[in-house]
């Protein structure tokens, strides 16, 4: 399984501890991520997704998954993702 958020694509970073006598030796930067089950209100279901903490408090702010969905970019979303946002935008279209 990657280590990269569904829904905003952020993924792992590479650099370097730096000790106090300035040696580098190379590292890598984790997302925070986590299994979490979103609610769709226009579809009136939920889906599992893995996403960042970051992502879950941009998609409370935008005010939930939908509004979420609305925004984001094709290219920066997971298959999974992708499918359920173009269910959302065919049920909008519908309704």
Same mark, same amino acid.
């Given at each position: 399984?990657?280590? %990269?958020?569904? #829904?905003? =694509?952020?993924g792992v970073m590479? =650099?370097?501890? %730096? $000790? ?8 890598? &930067? ?11 209100e226009v579809l009136?279901? $939920? &889906?599992? #997704?893995?996403?960042?903490? $970051?992502?879950?408090?941009? %998609? ?7 509004? &979420? ?8 979303? $997971?298959?999974?993702? #992708? ?13």
């Amino acid at each position: 399984m990657s280590r %990269v958020c569904e #829904l905003t =694509g952020k993924g792992v970073m590479t =650099g370097n501890n %730096v $000790s106090h006598a300035k040696n580098r030796t190379r590292r890598r &930067f984790l997302p925070n991520l986590n299994d979490v089950t979103l609610a769709s209100e226009v579809l009136g279901r $939920s &889906f599992k #997704l893995r996403i960042a903490a $970051s992502t879950l408090r941009t %998609v409370d702010h935008r005010g939930g998954l939908d509004a &979420f969905m609305a925004k984001a970019k094709d290219t920066d979303l $997971s298959a999974t993702a #992708l499918k359920i946002k173009k269910g959302i935008e065919k049920a909008q279209v519908v309704a």
